[in-house]
């Protein structure tokens, strides 16, 4: 539904896509993300719930080229550490570290002296990256992992296989399994191939009932 209405650039596509993830119980988000973060083992494998999400911050420059603002995509603070993320439209190589380093700076302008863990996800334009960088700032660093649009949807569709497969499904299992699908479609209106590949069609669950056997004598002789 929403779909209609979207407008095909990186904020639309940032936050159609964290706004549905952030609906989804923190381990299922968290789960999602950190698996998309293909290039990496460094992340926690655990992050609880979200204590704050600040979409768009608008940030202090100081000791940066800007001089209104700095304004990373999305801001999340969880109880042991911050995480920034900053997303370009295409999986391109876009990602520029010299923004990296402003969003880091101007971070530590508004939370340095709270001393607490920082990490960035670099979403889209990683080009051919594969290894997290280092991003200094205040005696400590800010780690910066890679991670593609297209590993993301890959994760959302692994998410709702994983939810299907369940053989007790709850009213929570529904709503997420719902959750995903939007979040699928959402990809979808932003231009993204969301279709099943062929190793992936479950058959067994398309496949014909043997009971079709009885009705074939009678098909055969309606159509003589």
């Not at 381990?27 to 950190?34: M, T, Y």
């Not at 999986?91 to 709270?114: C, H, I, L, R, S």
Request: charge should be neutral; aromatic fraction near 12%; hydrophobic fraction near 40%.
């Amino acid at each position: 539904m929403l779909g209609k209405f979207i407008n095909h650039c990186e904020d639309s596509l940032t936050a159609s896509v964290f706004t549905h993830l952030l609906h989804l119980p923190s381990e299922v988000f968290w789960k999602i993300l950190s698996n998309a973060c293909y290039y990496t083992d460094c992340l926690p494998k655990h992050a609880g719930e979200p204590l704050s999400v600040e979409p768009f911050p608008n940030w202090n420059p100081k000791g940066t080229v800007n001089t209104n603002r700095v304004i990373p995509d999305l801001f999340i603070r969880f109880a042991n550490f911050d995480l920034i993320v900053e997303a370009k439209r295409r999986d391109a190589d876009m990602q520029d570290p010299d923004q990296w380093e402003k969003e880091v700076t101007a971070y530590a302008n508004e939370f340095g002296e709270e001393k607490i863990p920082v990490r960035m996800i670099a979403l889209g334009g990683v080009g051919n990256r594969k290894k997290d960088e280092e991003v200094p700032f205040i005696n400590r660093s800010c780690t910066v992992h890679m991670c593609k649009w297209e590993h993301l949807l890959a994760e959302c569709k692994r998410m709702k296989k994983e939810m299907e497969g369940i053989q007790y499904k709850s009213s929570q299992t529904y709503a997420c399994a719902r959750t995903i699908t939007h979040l699928i479609d959402l990809f979808a209106w932003h231009g993204f191939s969301t279709g099943q590949w062929f190793s992936d069609f479950n058959f067994e669950k398309h496949r014909l009932s043997p009971l079709i056997i009885s009705c074939l004598g009678l098909f055969q002789l309606r159509r003589k």
